[in-house]
């Protein structure tokens, strides 16, 4: 089997190979155009059961890199980590054992009966199998801490050693303050991401969160999903709190109602600044056990040096993740190839280094392929911390991230440019490719908060992810239809490739992305993010 494998392996390699790099005949233009043949061919291997789905921690995972390697080493890109194209990610694999655990909730001095999965689930933000848990619950609203906005729903209390119970969102707007956090467009405060990193900031012993459909976009059973299956975080840098879970609305209630609190009210106190944390008359006490796994996985990244002395030591990323769900569960199909998500984005940014190697820019070019965003932005928040360039020389992070498989479009998305000079660029590209940039729309559900792109613009970098147009060319309606219809095989195993794909979207994507990177790095300064944004603050602050 091993020896089949390999030889599919290296079949596939020759075919790839012989697809996207044709031979150009000497002297022809160095025009930067990216082709369709190179991206179908990367496409349709990426996304090729050989591969296995691409899964973190998962031999298609290793299998992958391999690939994305050689791929570069193929298109003439030179090493983006020293003499090599990976950079190290230290995951832990994560599995909550309720079986073997006897942690539970207790309120009023009566243990809660709630079901592991049915009513709250849990695990270790730190990557402890053990944790033995004595810590009282503190209702510390929303959790968010934004000096800029005058809001501490931490103030007057010391949570150190305590779990914090909390609700996912932003405050909600009100008729006086009509643009507090972000009107109805989710802020980074809104996210569970940060409501964990908060917690851990302030010294909690853990968190859960309280689940409604409406605040988080969706329903208990996305929640499930996720924590009764094996979760990934990064084994280095700043860990999590010992406890990190959710719990149901049903269930908050009843455990709010044997401590004697009223939960509507406590939730309509907390939309005022004034709000204060709320000890509740409840504790998580017993052992809390968890199956861990330590897991290398890489990013591959490879350079194409810039052509001026001084500007070529600052940079330009194109970025997208290689992950996605790898083999799952039993039955016929067990591969969730993710040809869309994101094979797709990992072959454009092969297609574009291809061209970005035969015309080179005055700013280096740096095409990154992150591991593991599928489990919460590991790889690019794991380079983020250690990053191959330094930040302060990174000039802009352009990510894809699912490439439009419908066809040409008569616009295109370039939400999250306008929190910085981006905006204006891409605008300008736009209209050199006689494109229409899509407006803005509100962000309900923080989609900006949910892609790579996000860890760069966290380390001060500007940073977005290009997405494709809407607008179609050949038929708008029966364009919409067919990108509708892909909904129903997000992160299924029908997200499949399918070689009669119009591929004309895709290609158009990866041009524009990588003519905005080219506009990026031939222009004299590197791009600013707009005044008062508060990612741009660090930058500002030389972080």
């Known amino acids: 089997m091993q020896k089949m494998l390999s030889s599919l392996v290296s079949t596939a390699l020759a075919i790839s190979l012989a697809a996207a790099f044709p031979a150009y005949a000497a002297g022809a233009a160095s025009v930067p155009t990216v082709k369709e043949a190179p991206l179908r061919a990367h496409l349709s291997f990426l996304s090729s059961d050989v591969l296995e789905g691409r899964g973190t921690g998962q031999r298609g995972g290793d299998l992958t890199v391999a690939y994305l390697e050689s791929q570069a080493l193929a298109a003439g890109l030179k090493p983006g980590n020293g003499d090599s194209f990976r950079q190290s990610v230290k995951i832990a694999g994560v599995k909550a054992t309720p079986e073997s655990s006897s942690v539970a909730l207790e309120a009023g001095g009566k243990a809660q009966s709630l079901a592991f999965g049915k009513d709250w689930v849990w695990a270790p933000g730190d990557a402890k199998a053990v944790h033995a848990m004595d810590a009282e619950l503190v209702f510390v609203g929303y959790g968010i801490t934004a000096p800029e906005a005058g809001w501490d729903d931490y103030k007057g209390i010391d949570v150190k050693g305590k779990i914090l119970v909390m609700m996912v969102n932003d405050p909600a707007p009100t008729a006086a303050e009509p643009n507090r956090f972000n009107g109805k467009g989710l802020t980074y405060y809104g996210r569970w991401t940060y409501k964990f990193e908060e917690a851990a900031r302030h010294g909690a012993a853990g968190v859960l969160l309280i689940h409604t459909d409406a605040s988080a976009s969706y329903g208990w059973s996305v929640v499930q999903n996720s924590w009764l299956s094996e ?98 569960g039993e039955g016929a199909d067990t591969i969730y190839n993710g ?180 506009r990026v790095a031939n222009a004299p300064t590197m791009p600013a993010w707009k005044a008062g944004d508060a990612f741009g603050k660090v930058r500002a602050s030389g972080k």
């Open 231 to 328: 979760r990934f975080q990064l084994a280095q840098g700043k860990l999590g709190a010992n406890m990190q879970g959710w719990m149901t609305e049903a269930a908050a209630r009843t455990l709010f109602s044997a401590a004697g609190e009223d939960l509507d009210a406590l939730r309509s106190a907390a939309e005022n600044k004034d709000f204060k944390p709320v000890a509740l008359k409840a504790k998580v006490k017993g052992e809390m056990k968890s199956a861990i796994r330590m897991v290398e996985q890489f990013n591959v990244a490879g350079v194409v040096p810039g052509t001026d002395p001084t500007l070529k030591d600052e940079v330009v990323i194109y970025s997208a993740h290689w992950d996605h769900l790898g083999k799952q």
């Open 339 to 518: 040809a869309v998500d994101n094979a797709s984005g990992s072959a454009g940014l092969l297609a574009m280094a291809q061209e970005a190697v035969r015309s080179p820019a005055k700013r280096s070019q740096m095409f990154l392929w992150v591991a593991a965003e599928e489990q919460g932005l590991l790889g690019s928040a794991a380079y983020a911390s250690s990053p191959l360039w330094p930040a302060n020389k990174t000039a802009a992070n352009l990510n894809l991230d699912s490439l439009n498989f419908v066809g040409a479009a008569k616009d295109i998305s370039t939400q999250g440019s306008e929190r910085t000079e981006l905006g204006a660029m891409a605008e300008a590209t736009a209209k050199a490719m006689r494109l229409v940039v899509r407006k803005p729309e509100p962000d309900l559900a923080g989609g900006y908060f949910r892609s790579d792109h996000f860890s760069f613009a966290k380390a001060g970098i500007p940073a977005f992810s290009i997405e494709g147009g809407k607008d179609y060319v050949k038929d708008s309606v029966a364009g919409k239809a067919k990108e509708d219809a892909y909904q129903a095989r997000y992160h299924q195993v029908g997200d499949e490739y399918d070689p009669t794909w119009d591929l004309s979207g895709m290609v158009q994507q990866a041009q524009f992305t990588l003519n905005l990177g080219l």
